[in-house]
């Protein structure tokens, strides 16, 4: 017998959590966390997030924490920032090679749950 819906959910919500406590990881909290995911869709998209558009994320925190939180990821070498050819104003952000790894382990997690289903 299959696991039920809410519970593939679970074991990978759990999953999750013991990779995101990992020593191998930054620690991240649930803000920056979402920003960083925000963040990833757009690259994945090919529309990288640019500084401004990240400011505007209310739904995720205010435009000062939302400030300190890119901060704190560029820090951990979660992400990076660049400008794009002469555009000086701009400032884009794209997640890191961690931040990919941090991703992956996502990713694996997901599918190992799925297939115990």
Request: glycine share 4%; net charge positive.
């Amino acid at each position: 017998m299959g696991m039920k819906s809410n519970q593939i959910y679970l074991r990978f919500l759990s999953l999750l959590h013991a990779i995101e406590n990992s020593d191998e990881l930054p620690q991240m909290d649930l803000e920056a966390k979402r920003l960083l995911e925000v963040i990833a869709i757009r690259f994945d998209q090919r529309k990288p997030l640019t500084v401004t558009e990240a400011m505007a994320l209310g739904h995720i925190a205010s435009p000062a924490t939302l400030h300190r939180k890119l901060d704190q990821l560029r820090e951990m070498g979660m992400i990076d920032t660049f400008f794009e050819g002469s555009n000086r104003r701009t400032k884009y952000m794209v997640p890191t090679a961690t931040a990919l790894r941090y991703f992956e382990k996502a990713e694996k997690a997901l599918q190992s749950t799925l297939k115990a289903h």
